[in-house]
C-alpha cells in the first residue's frame, strides 16, 4: 500500500501535474522517421497479431476476402438467410470445417487452428461466423464431445458435410443462463427402450435456437434425463427435427423467431416436443448412460461435477466470440483511424490549412485508448486459444484444467463483448455522419454484435461465476483464519504465471510518491507498481466479500440467499478487475516476446495507457482505499494524457498491423476516398491563394478598418 502520510496538503492542479509528467517522461514527442523516434516493425508485428495459429488465420482470411463470402447490405431477412446457408456449403467445400474432427472421419485435431479459422469469419458477415459456430461449434461439436464411437461413426460424418443441419437446442423460452433449471424432460421407457422428450408448458420451449426456423433437420437436445423415477440432471438428445421436405415430424413444432435486431442470416426459431420419441441409443453417454433395464451410471458420481464438465466441453463458443469481438473491435479502430487521419475539420492552427481530426486530443482520447485495449484482448485471446487447445487436445487435461479454462472463458467473453459494442459506437460518432452510412460498416457490425453480450451466457452472469471461483479460492485459503490471518490476506502465486485458478497474487506495496510527480511517473511507469495496483483491486474486493459471508453457512437458507445477494456487485465487479488483469498480464507476456527494438518502445506505451486506462477508470476505489495519493492520481491522468500523444504518431500503424485488407475492412471512408477529396479541395483552394483570385475574407476587412 502506498503511503498516505505524504499526501500533500494542498495538491497540485492538473495543469502543474501534467506540466511535471513532461519532465519526468524524458525528450520532446517526435514523429516516425525523425532521429531517435521509436518505429514499429509493421510486418514483425502484423505477425505476432496473427498470434499462435497465425498461417490458419492468413488463410482463412483469404477465404474472407472473397466477394460471396461477404455480407450484402440491404438484403431481406430471407434473402440473408439463404446466402449464409450457402455460404456455409462454400466452408464446406472450402475445408474449413474440418479442423477440429477427429482424424478416422478427415478431420484435423487442430481445436485451437479451428477456433482461429472460423473467429476471421466474422470480417465477412458476424452472421456467417455465427451460423458455422452454431452447425460446428454447437450442435456437431455436441456430438463430438458429449457422444461416443457410435455417435461420433453414425451423426458425425453429416453433420461435418452439412447433409445433416442442426441446431443446439439448449437455451429454453423460462431458462437462459439457468442451464440446470431446464424443464424439458427425457424418460426412459425401458419396455420400448425408448427416450420420451417433452416440453411440459410454454416456458420449457427451447428458444432462439439457430438452423431451428428453417433449415434444421436434427438437434442435440438438452432435457433432464429421468429413468426409474430418478432425476440424473441435465443430458443432451440426438433428435430428428425435420423430414426430407422440411416439414416437422411427429410431435414437434416450432415457430419462426423473425426479424432481429441483428444476425438476420441466421434463421432463430424455437422448437416444442410432445413425446417424442427416439432410440436408447440416441442419448450422448460419454458423461452418462442408462442401461436396457434402467439402470443409469456415470464415470462422475458427483451431479453438479457431472453437469459442469458436460457443459465445460462446449466452451468453444464463448472462446470464439472472445476472439471475433476482438476482430470486430480492431475493424472498426481501423476504419475510424484511418478516417481520422485524413478527415480535417477547423483551421486550428493555420490560417488556412484545416487540422486532422487525430491531431486534436479529445479525439485521440476516443480512440488510441480503445486500440490499447483491443491489444491486451488480442494477446490475451491467444493466451486464452492456447490453453483451450491443450485442455482439447489432451495436453492438459485435467480436472483443474478443465476448471481454469471456463473460468477463462467466463472472464474474457464478458470484457471483449462488452467492449466490441464500445469500440465500434465510439468509432461509429467519431466519424460523424459518415459513420451512420450502412456502407461505412459501424452500424450493421454494431447491431450484429448487440447479442454477443448475452448469447453463450449473459456477460453479466458469466462474471458471477468467476467471482464465486475467487471466492471458492479464496475461503479454501482461509477456511479456518481468524480476523488478523484475514486481514494480512496474500496469495502466493508463480510470477511468470499469467493463467492460474485463482488469478490472485502475493501484494506488498510500499512505495511512495513523497508529494513528486515526477517520482510519481516514475513508479507508474514500472510494470511491478501496474501489476500490484490492478493485483490489490481484486484481491481486496475478494477477501472484503469473503469476510462478510464467512458466517453465511450458519444462517437459514434464505438469509444465506439474501446475503450472497447483497454482495453480488462487488463479486461481480471483482471478477471484471479480474479479467482486466489477465489481459494486463498477457500483454506484458507479449512484449517479452517483441524483439525489434523500435516497436517494443511502442508497445511498452500502449501497455502502459491499458494498464493506467484500468487504474483511472476506478480512481474513486484507488483514494478511498488508500491505494494511491492525489498527487499520484492526477498524474494518472496526466501520464495518460502524455501517453497518447505519444502514441498519436504510430496511431495508423498500430491499426494497419492488424492486418486487414480493403476487402475485409469494406468501408468507403477508409478506402482512401476521403483522402483524395480533401487533396482536392485544399489544391483548389491553394491555386486560388496563389492566383489572387481568391475573394476577400470579411473578416480582413475589419481588422484592416480598425
Known sequence: MVDTA???KAPASVTKAAESVAKADTGPITVPGEPGAPRVDLEKLGRQLLGTWADVRLASRELTARPEMQRIEGQSMDEQRERVFGQLKLLVDNGQVLRAFPKRLGGLEDHGGNIAAFEEMVTADPSLQIKSGVQWGLFAAAILHLGTDYH????????????????????????GSDVASIATTATYDEKKQQFVISTPFRGAW??????AAKHGTAAVVFAQLVTQGVNHGVHAFYVPIRNAKGGFLKGIGGEDDGLKGGLNGIDNGRLHFTDVRVPRANLLNRYGDVAEDGTYTSPIASPGRRFFTMLGTLVQGRVSLDGAATQAAAVALKIAVTYATQRRQFTAASDTDEE??????RHQRRLIPRIATVYAQTFAHDDFLVKFDAVFSGKADT??????????????????????LDTIQEAREACGGAGFLAENRFVGLHQDLDVYATFEGDNNVLLQLVSKRLLTDYSKQFAKADAGALARYVVAQAADRAYHGTGLRGLGQTISDFGSTRRSVSELRNPNTQRELLTDRVETMIAEVGARL????????KDAAALFNSQQNELIEAARAHGELLQWESFTKALDKTTDAGTHQVLTWLRDLFGLGIIEKHLAWYLINGRLSPKRAQAVTAYIDRLIARLRPHALDLVDAFGYKPEHIRASIASGAEQMRQDEARAYFAEQRASGTAPIDEKTLIKKSR
Request: aromatic share 8%; net charge negative.
Open 399 to 420: 480436472d483443474d484444467d478443465r476448471q481454469d479454462l471456463e473460468t477463462l472463458a467466463a472472464a474474457l467473453k464478458p470484457l471483449s463483448t462488452w467492449n466490441a
Open 206 to 211: 427451447k428458444d432462439y435456437l439457430g438452423n
Open 6 to 8: 505524504a499526501r500533500p
Open 152 to 175: 461420433h461413426e453414425t451423426f458425425l460424418p453429416d453433420t461435418m458435410s452439412l447433409k445433416v443441419p442442426g441446431a443446439f437446442a439448449m437455451t429454453e423460452t423460462g431458462h
Open 356 to 361: 486532422v481530426l487525430l491531431d486534436y486530443q
Open 550 to 557: 464467512r458466517d453465511s453457512r450458519k444462517l437459514s437458507k
